[in-house]
């Protein structure tokens, strides 16, 4: 019989399965606590628990973690993890220490079934979701990475912005939210977990219930047609839908609402195109982050020229919309990585998603 992941228990599970063992029901939330708090997936280490407890623990669940592939180092401080899973498929997160922060970009899915045209992941279609475990392993093994590197600090923000349509993955979603909010545990800031997604707009509505995180929407374009053509979601839940939602979401942040805005090269970037998302945002409390399109190999598209590219941005200040341009970091993960170059020496030269599409052929192919 394959036993539950440590991690993929909820807390009342944990209760319950101590009070089944003859201990008090608050251990399992300690429990939890060493996983988080301590980054410790060892039950031999839990030393406020009994010896015999600790070996039930050990025998009873699964405390392995997804296993570090490669790591791609950036000259701007910032790492792709490439993680394996148990049954080897390929995933990844980005950590992105800054001055006043340490930013975890994870994962919520193997792939994504959304197939927005721009993106790489899109290619890949949907192999399975990740479980709440897998999304909460990403933040200990980005701590663990914290430690190797001797910086003292821990991730202190998320955003959901790896592989996968995280509202395509809810329930496991939310269940790893709550656990990076809880202030016994992963005890994140509600302003500094943010749920990013292409606009599913019943799971949007329901998120804002459910979980107080920020969010930020995947917009790229504020013309139906356009964007339905970019990406296919829009067909399901068109704009007048998604901003009727928008505007009744529970906002947690000062600057309201993010949208993320990939500039395209004479595809979404005119003047015309920024005049339709001033008045797509009317209304909302918004700030529109610009990112220069990431090209990859199979796409001709590529991202907009600066000078363009501050033409749409001054547009929107000048409409009292802030729209910074955030450059993608890591981005020249191709650099010299002393330590990966043994192991995947061929790969760094390529992103992490090109990667983790070569994995996913090997998979299959050894499938077949
Ligand atoms: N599925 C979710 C979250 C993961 S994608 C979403 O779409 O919001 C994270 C961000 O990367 C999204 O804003 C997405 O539009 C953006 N993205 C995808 N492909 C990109 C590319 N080629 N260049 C730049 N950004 C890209
Ligand atoms: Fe890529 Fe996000 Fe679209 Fe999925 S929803 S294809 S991850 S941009």
Partial sequence: MTRIHALNMSETAWKEWCVSEGAKAFLGSQIIEWMTRKNCMDPMAFSNVSQSLRARLAESFDWSLPAVDTVLQSDDQSEKILLKTHD??????????????????????????????????????????LTRGEILAQIILANRR???????????????????????????????????????????????????????????????????????ISLHSADDEQRSGMMPVNKKYPLSELKETLLRYPVQTRHGITFEYVMINGVNDSIQHAKKLVKFLHGLKAKVNLIPMNPHPGTTMVATDPERMRDFQKYLGERSIPAPVRYSRGQ????????LASKRKNELALAPRTVALARRKEWLDSRK
Avoid: W, Y
């Fill in 332 to 339: 020249d993960v191709s650099a010299a990585c002393g330590q």
């Fill in 146 to 216: 914290l430690i190797e590197r001797n910086d003292e600090r821990r991730v202190t923000n998320i955003v959901f912005m790896g592989m996968g349509e995280p509202l395509d993955n809810f329930d496991e979603v939310v269940a790893a939210c709550e656990v990076m909010l809880d202030e016994r545990f992963f005890a994140l800031s509600k302003h500094r977990v943010t749920v990013s997604t292409s606009g599913l707009v019943p799971a949007i509505e329901e998120l804002g219930k459910r979980v107080p995180v920020s969010l930020a």
């Fill in 88 to 129: 080897n498929l390929f995933t990844e997160c980005v950590l992105m220490p800054s001055e006043n922060r340490v930013t975890l970009c994870v994962s919520s899915q193997v792939g994504c079934r959304m197939a927005c045209t721009f993106c790489q992941t899109g290619k890949m279609g949907l192999s399975r979701n």
